[in-house]
């Protein structure tokens, strides 16, 4: 089975395993190397959570520059 959770930029791999940990304490996850026994239910906690939080950081940054699209 492929992994299909391959970055569009791979630069941006240590600050999403940051963003992983940092959410995964907010909601008293502990996340460890091996994560095989998290919960199914922990998992998709901390998945929402960090796409809510990228949402957010692409809102802000359009938000700051929405006269620069064309129409």
């Known amino acids: 089975m ?3 959770n ?14 992983k940990y ?4 907010e909601l ?5 190397a091996y994560n ?9 906690s901390i998945g929402g959570n960090i796409t809510k939080r ?3 950081i692409a809102e802000q940054q359009l938000s700051g520059s929405v006269g620069n699209f064309r129409r």
């Open 28 to 32: 008293g996850i502990q996340l460890q």
């Open 22 to 25: 940092e959410v995964a304490q």
């Open 36 to 44: 095989g026994n998290l919960a199914t239910r922990d998992a998709g």
């Open 6 to 19: 391959t970055l569009a930029v791979p630069q941006a791999k240590a600050a999403m395993d940051q963003l």
């Open 2 to 4: 492929a992994n299909n």
């Open 54 to 56: 990228l949402v957010q």
